[in-house]
């Protein structure tokens, strides 16, 4: 079964701005972990960031953690063409040592 | 190798056949897990591998569904009695080990296709 829910589910923005995906989650984690996926292709690792931290960045990636409220948010600045992608944020568990998906979020950058 | 390897990447079968799918780990890696995609919706956890044993196995759907990582490296996930609905991406992926600071390394998945 799927753990959390993605928002929105769909997002579409013009080649340079930002982009901004959220996350909720429901139990608690040790990590969770941020994947893209393009069309037809395999999970890309983007950036994992530990429960007790709150920001972390990899070039133009942003991600936060408010583990309080269940959620993450990606950002992705100064968005690019090569961006469109489906975006899974992905909870990790120590106790049962896997990863729970959501659905998804379909991101279209139009150049 | 410089990732997870899945072979093949492209499976079509009839309905009611048997189908053997390969992983093969990222060099060093003890955890390995199995995971189904259909479309639109995001990885669905299968089976996880540590070592050579499966660790948790709850992800399967029923008993035509059987995974082995007889050495500790190569997996191989096995469908018995295809059905049309057993139809979509099988990822593999593999990690260093498991912990907080865990990063988890998918394949590029085969895609199973039962007509």
């Known amino acids: 079964s799927q753990q959390g829910e993605e928002d929105p589910q769909a997002l579409s923005i013009q080649e340079g701005e930002n982009a901004t995906m959220n996350c909720s989650y429901k139990t608690s984690i040790n990590n969770l972990q941020w994947y893209r996926q393009n069309s037809g292709r395999g999970l890309v690792h983007l950036i994992l960031?530990?429960?007790?931290?709150r920001e972390k960045h990899s070039g133009r990636l942003r991600v936060t953690l408010d583990t309080s409220k269940k959620s993450s948010s990606l950002l992705i600045t100064a968005s690019r063409a090569a961006d469109t992608a489906s975006y899974f944020c992905a909870d990790y568990t120590g106790a049962n040592s896997k990863l729970t998906f959501g659905k998804g979020i379909t991101l279209s950058v139009r150049p | 190798g410089a990732g997870v390897s899945q072979t093949p990447s492209n499976k079509v079968t009839e309905k009611g056949k048997y189908v053997e799918l390969r992983c093969d780990p990222i060099s060093g890696h003890t955890a390995l897990y199995w995971y189904r995609q259909s479309l639109g919706q995001g990885p669905e956890f299968l089976i996880y591998?540590?070592?050579?044993?499966?660790?948790?196995d709850s992800g399967l759907p029923n008993d035509r569904f059987f995974a082995v990582r007889p050495e500790g490296s190569v997996s191989t996930l096995k469908i018995q009695r295809t059905e049309r609905g057993d139809s979509a991406v099988y990822l593999c992926?593999?990690?260093?080990?498991?912990?907080?600071?865990?990063?988890?390394?998918f394949g590029e998945g085969s895609w199973l296709t039962v007509v």
């Open positions: 960031i530990r429960s007790n931290e």
């Open positions: 591998f540590q070592g050579t044993g499966a660790a948790d």
């Open positions: 992926a593999s990690s260093r080990s498991t912990g907080a600071g865990n990063t988890i390394y």
